[in-house]
């Protein structure tokens, strides 16, 4: 199993409830990824990590939402006080490193965690 | 800013039919395209990488062009099989420059279905 893996899978929670969704890229991949893709849409880009350090935030939709990479490998994707729009399911995907050539470019995704908010 | 389309959003066709799944883009300033498959309850698999330089790339069965100055791409699926069945979303990543991390700017997918 080289691949990017995500736990949960699926996440059922109740409105109000904090969430936390972990994804392991992967291993020696600079680059980290996280999507939004909800129901019947395309994903779309909530933040991005090289190594350890988050430089594109740009993509979360509220302060809500935060996202972590502490030791430049394993991320967790943060939701606080869940709302029913959250509801989605959340990819991630990463990438050897930010260079030139696509091969190194080239984005691998993981199989998304699925969050229902009651 | 940059936004994708994919026409049409379902197809329905016999197997064996050759089909072209479109995708355009509105800002001809990208760094590549890329083609994914997406299965219901999966994530994506990447099928085929266009970097901005090229017009085309084959893998197999598939066939995708770009036409970077009309914001066009084509996905070209030859002989189509019931396994084909999935929903195909193009992704498009702007150019490597200051402020730009390598985020995809995705459409929203075409399903397509393939019939016995």
């Known amino acids: 199993g080289a691949g990017v893996s995500q736990s949960p899978r699926y996440k059922v929670a109740k409105r109000g409830q904090d969430v936390a969704l972990r994804c392991d890229p992967i291993?020696?991949?600079?680059?980290l990824f996280w999507y939004q893709q909800a129901l019947g849409q395309g994903p779309e880009f909530l933040t991005y990590?090289?190594?350890?350090?988050?430089?594109?935030k740009s993509g979360l939709p509220s302060d809500r939402f935060f996202a972590e990479r502490p030791e430049g490998s394993v991320s967790t994707l943060k939701i606080q006080r869940t709302q029913q729009e959250d509801s989605a399911v959340y990819l991630c995907?990463?990438?050897?490193?930010?260079?030139?050539?696509?091969?190194?470019?080239?984005?691998?995704f993981g199989p998304g965690t699925r969050l229902t908010v009651l | 800013k940059q936004e994708v389309t994919q026409i049409p959003a379902a197809l329905s066709v016999p197997e064996g039919e050759n089909l072209v799944l479109n995708c355009s883009f509105t800002d001809s300033a990208i760094y590549n395209l890329q083609w994914f498959r997406q299965d219901p309850g999966k994530g994506l698999t990447s099928l085929l990488l266009?970097?901005?330089?090229?017009r085309e790339q084959t893998s197999g069965r598939l066939n995708a062009s770009l036409d970077k100055s009309s914001g066009r791409s084509t996905l070209y699926i030859a002989a189509s099989q019931p396994g084909d069945s999935a929903t195909y979303l193009c992704a498009v990543r702007p150019p490597l420059q200051a402020g730009n991390t390598g985020k995809l700017i995705f459409g929203q997918g075409t399903t397509l279905q393939v019939k016995p």
């Open positions: 266009i970097q901005s330089s090229q």
């Open positions: 291993s020696g991949h600079v680059s």
């Open positions: 995907a990463s990438s050897l490193a930010p260079r030139r050539d696509s091969s190194y470019n080239e984005q691998f």
């Open positions: 990590f090289q190594n350890e350090a988050q430089l594109d």
